[in-house]
């Protein structure tokens, strides 16, 4: 096996996300052969002894891609201190897996979790463009110039600016939102900055993949084309 940047080796042994690798790396919570590294440094899993935390890595046998419906009340999280309930207490597989992006406590809906770096970093990362829908209902009825705010981009409270989104309005208090950016808690912070409150909110649909007949709490894994569509919409 060739050398490779180790948060790519760390990623791809299903750790963590790749962005999560390298904040570990900078903050020297990475050895190759007993030397903490720098980012960027290379190594060859097959012949180097790499350890984050200090616990050695081991090369993944095989690739696994799970589809979880999540309930409201479970973190997305491989580890919480504090003992609440992790989206790993409903599938209970013993590889190590590391979610595809998030979602809140109290958020429902579509998650993906996986040991294959590469894949996740290319569905995660916003240069890639892999949507996601989301249902959202709120306290109070809509009016047509909040829609228009959400599809055009505007200013949050916080200053950050949103991405234009697609926008489908089903009731006076329920929208359907497409957005290509993953910004923690991007929905409600949006929706907050309107003078509204969220009082549901699922993930319906992640790139090409929807929830389908997939039941709350319920997973499957993802089949080949459902995986090579996640790719194509990553790379469009």
């Not at 904040?23 to 440094?41: A, Q, S």
């Not at 600016?161 to 697609?166: D, E, H, L, S, V």
């Amino acid at each position: 096996m060739a050398e490779e940047r180790v948060q790519k080796i760390i990623a791809n042994a299903g750790i963590c996300a790749r962005r999560k690798a390298e904040d570990l790396i900078y903050k020297g919570k990475v050895k190759v052969n007993g030397r903490v590294i720098t980012l960027g440094d290379k190594a060859d899993l097959e012949k180097d002894d790499i350890r984050v935390f200090n616990k050695k890595l081991e090369p993944v046998t095989e690739k696994k891609y799970i589809l979880l419906n999540k309930p409201a009340g479970f973190l997305v999280t491989c580890d919480d201190p504090r003992g609440r309930k992790t989206v790993f207490d409903l599938i209970r597989i013993r590889e190590k897996l590391i979610p595809v992006g998030r979602l809140d406590m109290n958020t429902e809906g579509l998650i993906i979790l996986t040991n294959d770096g590469d894949f996740a970093n290319q569905v995660i990362h916003p240069r890639y463009g892999v949507d996601k829908t989301y249902k959202v209902r709120v306290d109070r009825n809509l009016n047509p110039q909040v829609i228009n705010k959400i599809k055009n981009g505007f200013m949050l409270d916080d200053g950050y600016r949103t991405r234009p989104a697609k926008v489908s309005k089903f009731s006076q208090t329920l929208l359907e939102v497409t957005l290509h950016e993953g910004k923690n808690r991007i929905i409600k912070r949006m929706m907050e900055s309107l003078g509204y409150r969220v009082v549901e909110l699922e993930r319906v649909r992640i790139g090409r993949v929807g929830i389908g007949k997939l039941r709350r709490g319920k997973f499957r894994n993802l089949t080949e084309t459902e995986k090579a569509g996640l790719l194509k919409n990553s790379l469009a």
